[in-house]
C-alpha cells in the first residue's frame, strides 16, 4: 500500500501517469513541486466526480523503492484510463490522489490552495465520463449550436456567427433549437451526469484561468463552446415534450454563468443543489470563486462541526465586516439540528429563488448582538406589518416541477395565478383589486423588469408589456387562448420561478410580497439594519423570534422603511459601469433624465463628515469622518444615532 511522504506547505504533488495502451494496468508516478505565480509547475488539473468513497480499484505507483498500490474510486480509475497517452507521460493534478485524504492538516493546508492550484494549472479537463447514452452525438450538437452565434456575455445579448446564420433557427430564440428528439435526449443525458452535479467543481472550472476542456469518453469541446451552446439554450423557448431538459439546462446555465464578481450570498444560493460528501464544504468549496473581502477570513478547518462551521460564517460577517444580508439565505425548515434559525442551514437545499437588487435597509451599518452563551442575535430594525392573509401559490405537486425537471405548461402555471388572483380579490384588506394591480404585479416578478437597466436587459420583462398581459391574466371574466397564454410565456415563466417555495402575503397596513411558504398568519415583517431584504419573523416565546427567511414586499425593497418613498420620478436602477464591466445601483430622474449616485432622501451629511474623493466614486459613495480619520461606505446619515434623529422607531428583535 503506498505511503504518503510529508508534503511541504508551499508544495503540491503532481500525479504522472505512464504511456501505456488502454487496457494496460494504470501506472503513475507522484512527485512534489513547488507552486510559485511566476513559474508554476507544468500540469493539467482534473476536475471530476469522485462517484462515493468505494476504493474497489487499484492503480500502481512507481517510487524508488519499487512499485506500491494505491486504491482509487472506479470513476477515478476510468478517467486516468482514457486520459494517459500511448506514448507519452501525463502530468496531472487530482484532489483524490494529491493530496493525503487521511492526514486532516495537510487537506486543511491543500484545500486553502485549491484557488492557486486550478490556476495555475496549464488547462482544467473536465471529464464527465466514457460515451455512453449517445453522448458523442450530444458533443456534436452542441458543438454545432456554438458555431452559429456569438455571445455578448456583458449584457448577453446572442448574434450570428455568419451572415448565413441571421435568418436560421439556430438564431431564434423564440423558436427551439432545430434538434431532433433523440439528440434532445442525449443532450439531456449528457447534462445529467453526476459531475454537474459535484459542488467542487464550480471552483474548478471557475478558475480555470488558462482554459478548460470537457471530455467524455474520445469526445472533447472547450469550455467557452459549451458556455455559448448552453447559454442560447436557456435562453430560448424550450420543446415541453422533452423531460428533464429545463432542469438540466438551467443548473449548467448557473455554472457557466457565474460572472467576474459573484457575491457570496448569491454563490451559496447557486450552489443549493449541489451535492458533497461533507456539509463544511458547503462553505469551503466556494471560497475561491468571491473577492478576497467576500470571503470573511475563513480557513479551511475540518475539526470543527457542521454546525461551528457555519454559524462562524454568519457571526463573522455581521460582526466583523458589518453586514447582515447573510440572513436573506435562512429558511425556516424541520431539519436545523443544533443550527439556530438565524444562521443559514447550507445541509438543507433552499426552495425560494435569491431576490435580486434589494436594497431595503439602504446603507446602514447592522446593529447587533451576539452572545455565544445563549446564542441569541439581537439585531435592531423596525417592525413594518404584521401578516394577516398567506397563500400558498403553488400546490406541493407543482413545485416538485422544478426537481423532476418537467417544464410547466403555461395552462397549468396559469391556473395557479387564476386562483390566487381570485383568493385576492376576496380579501378584505385588499379594498380595491385593480388599484393594487402593479404591487401584487411586481410582487410576483420580485420587480425584475428590464427597465431597472441601464442599458435595459432584454433577458427580463418589459414592464407595460408585462403588466398589460397580467391584467389580462388576472380578468376573472376572461379565458386567455392558447395563442395569448404563448405571447405571455416569459411572464409565466417569470412568475413560476418566483412563486416556487413560496407564499403571496398581505399586512394589516395593506403592503403585498412573497414570503417563504412557512410563514403564517401572525408573523411579521421586519426590515433590519445592515440587512438588504425584508425578512419575516415568526413570534416565539418570550419576545423571540425565529427567523423564517426573506421576503419580496412591494414599497420596502428601496429603503422605504428608514427614508419614506423615493420621490417623484425618481427610479433606481442597475446601471453599467465599462470600466469596472459589472452593474452600480444609481438613481435617474425619468423626467429630467438626471443621474446620480446619491439618494435623492438623504440630507446633508452630519457634522464631522464629508464625502471622500476616490477612484470609483462614479459607481459609489464613501464617507470620512474627520474628527476620528476613518473612511466608511455605510452613510452616516443611516447610523442608529441618525435614524433615531428623525424619529424612525426602532426596535431590537431577539432571534433563536
Known amino acids: 500500500m503506498y505511503q504518503y511522504l510529508p508534503l511541504d506547505e508551499q508544495c503540491i504533488r503532481i500525479l504522472t501517469i505512464s504511456p501505456s495502451p488502454f487496457e494496460s494496468e494504470v501506472h503513475i508516478s507522484l512527485s512534489h513541486a513547488k507552486l510559485e505565480n511566476n513559474q508554476p509547475p507544468g500540469y493539467e488539473a482534473l476536475s471530476y466526480t469522485w462517484g462515493g468513497n468505494n476504493l474497489s480499484h487499484i492503480v500502481y505507483v512507481d517510487t524508488e523503492h519499487g512499485q506500491q498500490s494505491l486504491p482509487v474510486t472506479e470513476n477515478l480509475h476510468t478517467a486516468l484510463r482514457h486520459l494517459r497517452k500511448d506514448s507519452s507521460p501525463r502530468a496531472l493534478w487530482i484532489d483524490a490522489a494529491c493530496i493525503n485524504q487521511r492526514n486532516v492538516k495537510e487537506r486543511n493546508q491543500q484545500v486553502a490552495r485549491m484557488a492557486d ?20 452525438g450530444a458533443i456534436q450538437a452542441l ?181 447582515l444580508t447573510l440572513l436573506t439565505c435562512c429558511e425556516l425548515q424541520d431539519q436545523r439540528g443544533d443550527i439556530p434559525s438565524w444562521v443559514p442551514n447550507w445541509s438543507v437545499p433552499r426552495e425560494c429563488k ?114 398589460d398581459h397580467f391584467r389580462t391574466l388576472a380578468d376573472p371574466t376572461k379565458d386567455p387562448t392558447e395563442d395569448f397564454l404563448k405571447s405571455c410565456a416569459r411572464l409565466l415563466d417569470a412568475f413560476y420561478v418566483n412563486a416556487l417555495g413560496r407564499s403571496f402575503i398581505v399586512t394589516a397596513d395593506g403592503y403585498v410580497g412573497l414570503a417563504p411558504k412557512t410563514a403564517r398568519h401572525g408573523d411579521i415583517v421586519a426590515v433590519l439594519m445592515g440587512c438588504q431584504s425584508p425578512i419575516l419573523l415568526q413570534p416565539n416565546n418570550d419576545e423571540e423570534y425565529l427567523v423564517i427567511g426573506e421576503g419580496y414586499v412591494d414599497g420596502l425593497m428601496t429603503g422605504e422603511a428608514f427614508l419614506g418613498p423615493l420621490p417623484s420620478n425618481w427610479q433606481r436602477v442597475a446601471r453599467y459601469d465599462e470600466s469596472t464591466g459589472v452593474n452600480w445601483g444609481a438613481f435617474i430622474d425619468r423626467g429630467r433624465g438626471v443621474w446620480q449616485v446619491e439618494d435623492p432622501r438623504l440630507g446633508p ?13 462614479h459607481v459609489f459613495a464613501r464617507y470620512r469622518n474627520k474628527k476620528e480619520g476613518f473612511a466608511s461606505i455605510y452613510d452616516p446619515r443611516m447610523m442608529l444615532s441618525a435614524l433615531r434623529a428623525r424619529d424612525v422607531e426602532l426596535q431590537e428583535f431577539k432571534l433563536v
Open 354 to 467: 435569491e431576490i435580486w437588487g434589494a436594497r431595503a435597509c439602504w446603507k446602514s451599518l447592522p446593529q447587533a448582538r451576539y452572545n455565544d452563551g445563549d446564542g441569541y442575535l439581537i439585531a435592531t430594525g423596525r417592525r413594518m406589518g404584521t401578516i394577516v392573509q398567506v397563500r400558498q401559490i403553488l400546490t406541493d405537486d407543482s413545485s416538485s416541477l422544478a426537481r423532476t425537471g418537467k417544464v410547466p405548461q403555461r395552462r397549468e402555471t396559469y391556473a395557479a395565478l387564476k386562483k390566487l388572483t381570485s383568493w385576492l380579490r376576496n380579501q378584505p384588506v385588499i379594498s380595491d383589486f385593480d388599484r393594487q394591480l402593479e404591487p401584487i404585479f411586481r410582487s410576483l416578478c420580485c420587480n425584475e423588469f428590464s427597465a431597472r437597466y441601464e442599458p435595459v436587459n432584454e433577458k427580463h420583462i418589459d414592464y407595460q408589456a408585462g403588466l
Open 605 to 617: 451629511l452630519p457634522e464631522g463628515w464629508v464625502e471622500e474623493k476616490h477612484e470609483m466614486q
Open 117 to 136: 492550484i486550478y490556476r495555475s494549472a496549464a488547462k482544467v479537463i473536465i471529464w464527465l465520463g466514457p460515451e455512453l447514452d449517445k453522448s458523442t
Open 143 to 323: 458543438k454545432t449550436l456554438a458555431s452559429k452565434i456569438n455571445v455578448d456575455w456583458t449584457h448577453y445579448t446572442i448574434t450570428a456567427a455568419s451572415k448565413e446564420d441571421i435568418e436560421s433557427d439556430w438564431l431564434d430564440l423564440d423558436k427551439h433549437a432545430p434538434f431532433d428528439d433523440d439528440t434532445w435526449a442525449s443532450i439531456v443525458r449528457l447534462l445529467d451526469r453526476s459531475w454537474f452535479s459535484r459542488l467542487w467543481i464550480w471552483q474548478e472550472v471557475f478558475l480555470a484561468h488558462n482554459g478548460a476542456t470537457i471530455v467524455c469518453g474520445d469526445n472533447t469541446i472547450p469550455w467557452e463552446d459549451f458556455r455559448k451552446a448552453i447559454v442560447s439554450l436557456y435562453r430560448r423557448r424550450k420543446p415541453d415534450r422533452v423531460p428533464d431538459l429545463h432542469r438540466t439546462v438551467t443548473r449548467a446555465w448557473q455554472i457557466s454563468n457565474l460572472g467576474d464578481q459573484p457575491s457570496l450570498r448569491t454563490i451559496l444560493r447557486r450552489t443549493k443543489d449541489a451535492q458533497c460528501s461533507d456539509q463544511r464544504d458547503r462553505i469551503y468549496a466556494v471560497l475561491n470563486l468571491v473577492q478576497e473581502k467576500e470571503r470573511l477570513g475563513i480557513q479551511p478547518n475540518y475539526t470543527k462541526t457542521t454546525a461551528e462551521v457555519f454559524r462562524d460564517m454568519m457571526v463573522t460577517s455581521i460582526f466583523e465586516y458589518g453586514d
